[in-house]
C-alpha cells in the first residue's frame, strides 16, 4: 500500500463526514454550525450548484436523443438502465457501473450517485414522516428488533429539518402520516379535486388524497428561489428550488468557515485505536493519484448510503472487530430492505374536457396508508401509501393512430384526461436479506466487492393484491372509465428506497447502532443514513435521515462537550 | 457492402470504441461522415423522409422534412436500437418501395401525397411492425423538435406558477411538455 503519512496534525478535524447526499450534507451543516472543523468526504467529483448543472437550461431538441439511451450507454450502465431514473438529461449524475462493480447473487438494482450532493440531486423529493404506528410495529409484532426511539423521540427533529429545509404540503391530521412544519400546499388540478372529493365522502375519510409534501419551495425559502413548475428537477435545480446538498445544507456549512470538502476520497476503512476503544480516523484512496492518506478526528459520521456506509464498516476489520467494526451483533450487513412498487390501475376521466392547466406541478397526489390501522387485521402486516397524478395526453396519443393532413387541430389539441394511482409498500426486515464482502473479486482500487442477496417475501407479495385491487377500486369510485390495473413487481434496490443493513436497536445483542445512531461497540462512529433503519415504514425514507441525522449531531456535539466521546 | 454487413460494422465501432467519452461516440455516429457504419443506404433515407412527411405533412405549419424527423427516426435506430429493428425498418422500407412500384409503377418518393398515404394504410397494425416503430420516434422527433414543439405544440418551458385548472381555449393546442 502506497501510505503518504503526512504530519498528522494538518490531517486532524473534529469531525469527519463520510459521504455528501441528503445525510452527509446534514451532518457537515450541523457539525460546522456547532462550531467544529468538519472534512466531507466525497467519493465521486464535485458538482457546483447550477454552473454544473449542464442540461438544466436544455431545450427538448437540444438533446440528441430527445432523453433516450444510447446503446453504448446502455452496455456501460447495465443497472442504472434496468428502469427510468437514468436518462439522457442527467445521465452524468448516475454511477459508470462498469466502473463501479457488485455482485448479485440475486438481482438487486442498486441505484448510486457518486459526485458531491450524491443522490440529493436526482431524489423524488418526497417527504414523509414516518408515525408512531411504524416506530411500534416491530416490537407490537414481534418483527426485527424493536425501534429504540418512538414518534416523540423524532418528531422535534422532524420540525426542524424541515423549516430548513423547505417542505410543502397539506395538513391532515392523520397520525400514521403525521402532518409537518408546512410551506403552502401545491394545487391539485379539477380531476384530482373530483377524484380526492369522491374518494373521500366514499371511505367516509378512512382514505385521504392529499397533495404530496414535496422538498420542493412553493414560496421563497432561506435565500432559495421558488419552485417555476418547470418539473425538470433531476437535472439540478437552477433555482435551488428543491432541497439539495448543494441547494441547502452544503452553503450552510460553508457559511461557517469551518467546513473542507474532499472530492475523489473513496473511504475504504475507519482506522480503529484499540488503546482507546475508539475510531481513530479512516483510510481514504484518492480516486485521482490513487494515493492513501489517513484523517483523523473525534467523531466520524458516516453517511456514505445504505450500502455505502455498512460497506465501510464491514471493510474496517481489525482484532478487535474481525468480522466489521461494531459487529458484535452479527447484525451487520443483514435485514436489507427496499420499499416495493410498480403496482396500480389507472383509467380515463370522462369530463372536465373544457379545463386544462398550465404548469408542470413536480409532484403527485397520494393517499397515505389506511390499511391495517385500528382493528383491521389483513392477511398481511404493515401497509402501503398510493400516489397518481391526473393528467391529459399530449402529442404522445398520435402514436396510437396515423396522422394526415388537414387534422392537424386533431392532433395536436390536449386529449383526454388519464389519472393513474400506484402504491408503495413496506418491506419487513429478514435477517437472510444481506449483504457481505467478496474478497476474491475486487474493483480498481483493490477494494473487495458488495455482494448482495436480497428478495422480497410472502408478506409484501400479499400486500401487493391489496395495492393492485385499491387502486382499481379508488378508481373506480372515483368515476373513472376504462380501468386496467397491474403488477409489476421488480427486484429490490428499484425504488431507491434500499434501507437496513446496520439496525438500530436497544440491545447491543441483537443491533449494530443505539437510540442516538451511535455504534453501541465505538461510541465515536455514528451513522444516519438508511442503513440505521428497523423497518422501513411505507413513507419515501430521506426526510427521517435528515430527522436522525440532526439528532445525532446534537447528540454527538453536547457529549463531546462533556468529555463523554 | 450489404446491409447486414454494414449493421456488423456497427457492433464492432460500438465495441472498439468503449474508451471513447460517450458523447464522442454520439457525434461520431450522428454526423453521418462515416457512411460505412450506418445500416441503412442513401435510399432508405429519402425513403423515410418520404414516409415520415406522410405521416407529419405540412399544414400551415412545418411539418416532417422541415422538423428533420427523416434523419432523427434513422438517428434513433442507429444509436438506440438494436440490429433487429434496424433490419425490421430496412426490410419495412424495402416493401414500401416494392409494393408503391407494384401498385403505381413508380417509386414510393414519386407518389401524390395522397396515394402515399392510402399506401402506408394498408400497412397498418399488426401486419407492419416496422411501422409502428417509425410512427413512434417519427412523432417523438417532430414534437420534441423547436418546429413541433414551438409551433405545433405550445412550449412553455419556465412556467412559473402552476394553474391548477384553467378554461380551455378554443383551438388551444396541448403544451409540448
Redesign the interface.
Known amino acids: 500500500m502506497n501510505l503518504n503519512i503526512r504530519a498528522e496534525q494538518g490531517n486532524t478535524y473534529d469531525a469527519i463526514v463520510v459521504g455528501s447526499g441528503i445525510s452527509g450534507g446534514w451532518s457537515a451543516k450541523e457539525l460546522t454550525e456547532k462550531g467544529l472543523k468538519v472534512l466531507m468526504l466525497e467519493r465521486g467529483r464535485n458538482i457546483e450548484h447550477i454552473k454544473d448543472y449542464e442540461n438544466t437550461l436544455k431545450?427538448?431538441?437540444e438533446f440528441?436523443?430527445?432523453g433516450?439511451?444510447?446503446?453504448?450507454?446502455v452496455?456501460?450502465h447495465p443497472v442504472q438502465t434496468r428502469h427510468g431514473h437514468y436518462n439522457e438529461y442527467n445521465?452524468s449524475f448516475w454511477v459508470n457501473d462498469e466502473e463501479n462493480p457488485y455482485v448479485e447473487v440475486k438481482r438487486f438494482d442498486w441505484f448510486r450517485g457518486y459526485q458531491v450532493g450524491g443522490r440529493s440531486l436526482m431524489w423524488g423529493r418526497g417527504c414523509l414522516r414516518m408515525g408512531e404506528v411504524d416506530f411500534e410495529a416491530n416490537a407490537k409484532e414481534g418483527i426485527g428488533v424493536p425501534w429504540p426511539i418512538r414518534y416523540q423521540d423524532i418528531a422535534p427533529w422532524y420540525d426542524y429539518v424541515e423549516r430548513f429545509a423547505g417542505i410543502s404540503g397539506q395538513a391532515e391530521g392523520l397520525p400514521q402520516c403525521p402532518d409537518g412544519v408546512f410551506l403552502p400546499p401545491?394545487?391539485?388540478?379539477?380531476v384530482e379535486?373530483e377524484v380526492k372529493k369522491r374518494i373521500e365522502t366514499h371511505y367516509n375519510r378512512d382514505r385521504v388524497l392529499t397533495i404530496f409534501r414535496m422538498a420542493n419551495l412553493t414560496v421563497p425559502h432561506n435565500g432559495r428561489g421558488k419552485c417555476?413548475?418547470?418539473n425538470l428537477c433531476a437535472r439540478g435545480c437552477p433555482y435551488g428550488a428543491y432541497f439539495s446538498t448543494q441547494s441547502a445544507t452544503l452553503p450552510a456549512a460553508v457559511a461557517t468557515g469551518n467546513l473542507t470538502l474532499r472530492p475523489f476520497s473513496v473511504v475504504s476503512e475507519i482506522i480503529y485505536d484499540k488503546e482507546t476503544k475508539k475510531a481513530k480516523g479512516v483510510r481514504v484512496i484518492d480516486t485521482q493519484t490513487l494515493e492513501t492518506t489517513e484523517y483523523y478526528a473525534k467523531i466520524i459520521f458516516l453517511n456514505a448510503s445504505t450500502l455505502g456506509s455498512t460497506y465501510i464498516l464491514m471493510n474496517s476489520v481489525s482484532d478487535a472487530f474481525p468480522e466489521g467494526m461494531g459487529n458484535g451483533s452479527g447484525q451487520l450487513g443483514h435485514n436489507l430492505m427496499d420499499h416495493h412498487f410498480r403496482v396500480g390501475a389507472s383509467g380515463t376521466y370522462e369530463g372536465f374536457?373544457?379545463?386544462?392547466?398550465?404548469?408542470?406541478?413536480p409532484a403527485a397526489v397520494y393517499v397515505p396508508r389506511y390499511r391495517n390501522l385500528g382493528n383491521e387485521k389483513r392477511d398481511y402486516l404493515r401497509g402501503f401509501g398510493m400516489s397518481g397524478s391526473a393528467s391529459?395526453?399530449?402529442?404522445?396519443k398520435?402514436?396510437a393512430e396515423?396522422?394526415?393532413?388537414?387534422e392537424?387541430?386533431e392532433?395536436?389539441?390536449?386529449?383526454e384526461w388519464r389519472m393513474g394511482l400506484a402504491g408503495w409498500g413496506e418491506t419487513l426486515p429478514y435477517y437472510e436479506n444481506r449483504v457481505w464482502l467478496d474478497h476474491s473479486k475486487k474493483d480498481k482500487w483493490g477494494l473487495p466487492l458488495l455482494t448482495i442477496d436480497a428478495e422480497f417475501k410472502e408478506n409484501e407479495l400479499k400486500m401487493r393484491i391489496d395495492m393492485k385491487n385499491d387502486a382499481a377500486e379508488m378508481l373506480e369510485v372515483a368515476g373513472l372509465k376504462n380501468i386496467s390495473s397491474y403488477d409489476r413487481l421488480s427486484h429490490p434496490g428499484a425504488c431507491i428506497h434500499e434501507m437496513g443493513t446496520a439496525r438500530m436497536g436497544n440491545d447491543p445483542k441483537t443491533s449494530v447502532l443505539n437510540k442516538w445512531n451511535q455504534l453501541h461497540e465505538v461510541p465515536n462512529v455514528f451513522v444516519t443514513d438508511g442503513a440505521c433503519m428497523t423497518s422501513t415504514g411505507n413513507q419515501n425514507p430521506s426526510l427521517t435521515y435528515m430527522a436522525l441525522t440532526a439528532r445525532a449531531c446534537d447528540y454527538a456535539v453536547s457529549a463531546l462537550k462533556k468529555g463523554d466521546l | 457492402m450489404n446491409r447486414r454487413q454494414a449493421i456488423k460494422g456497427v457492433a464492432v465501432l460500438?465495441g472498439g470504441?468503449?474508451a471513447i467519452s460517450?458523447f464522442g461516440?454520439?457525434t461520431q455516429s450522428?454526423s453521418g461522415e462515416n457512411k460505412e457504419t450506418s445500416a441503412f443506404s442513401d435510399a432508405d433515407r429519402e425513403l423515410m423522409d418520404t414516409v415520415c412527411d406522410?405521416?407529419?405533412?405540412e399544414?400551415?405549419?412545418p411539418g416532417a422534412k422541415a422538423a428533420g424527423v427523416g434523419p432523427f427516426v434513422l438517428?434513433?435506430l442507429e444509436?438506440?436500437?438494436?440490429v433487429e429493428d434496424r433490419e425490421l425498418v430496412s426490410v419495412g422500407l424495402s416493401t414500401v418501395e416494392k409494393e408503391a412500384k407494384q401498385q403505381h409503377g413508380k417509386s414510393f418518393n414519386k407518389l401524390a401525397?395522397e396515394d402515399r398515404?392510402k399506401l402506408?394504410?394498408t400497412f397498418?397494425g399488426d401486419r407492419a411492425p416496422f411501422l409502428?416503430l417509425i410512427?413512434?420516434l417519427a412523432?417523438?422527433?417532430?414534437?420534441?423538435?423547436?418546429i413541433?414543439?414551438t409551433q405545433?405544440?405550445v412550449?412553455?418551458?419556465?412556467?412559473?406558477?402552476?394553474?391548477?385548472?384553467?378554461?380551455?381555449q378554443e383551438?388551444?393546442?396541448?403544451?409540448?411538455?
Not at chain 2, 383551438?171 to 411538455?177: E, F, H, I, S, Y
Request: aromatic fraction near 8%.
Open positions: 431545450q427538448p431538441w440528441k436523443h430527445r433516450e439511451l444510447t446503446n453504448e450507454q452496455r456501460t445521465e401545491m394545487e391539485m388540478n379539477c379535486k417555476q413548475n418547470r374536457e373544457d379545463v386544462y392547466y398550465s404548469g408542470r406541478r391529459r395526453s399530449g402529442w404522445q398520435n402514436i396515423l396522422s394526415y393532413a388537414g392537424i387541430e392532433r395536436t389539441k390536449p386529449g | 460500438i470504441t468503449a460517450t461516440l454520439m450522428c406522410t405521416l407529419i405533412p399544414t400551415d405549419i438517428m434513433m444509436d438506440c436500437h438494436s401525397a398515404e402506408l394504410k397498418e409502428g410512427k413512434r412523432n417523438q422527433g417532430y414534437y420534441t423538435s423547436e413541433g414543439a405545433a405544440l412550449m412553455d418551458f419556465t412556467p412559473g406558477d402552476y394553474q391548477a385548472c384553467v378554461p380551455l383551438g388551444q393546442r396541448a403544451w409540448a411538455m
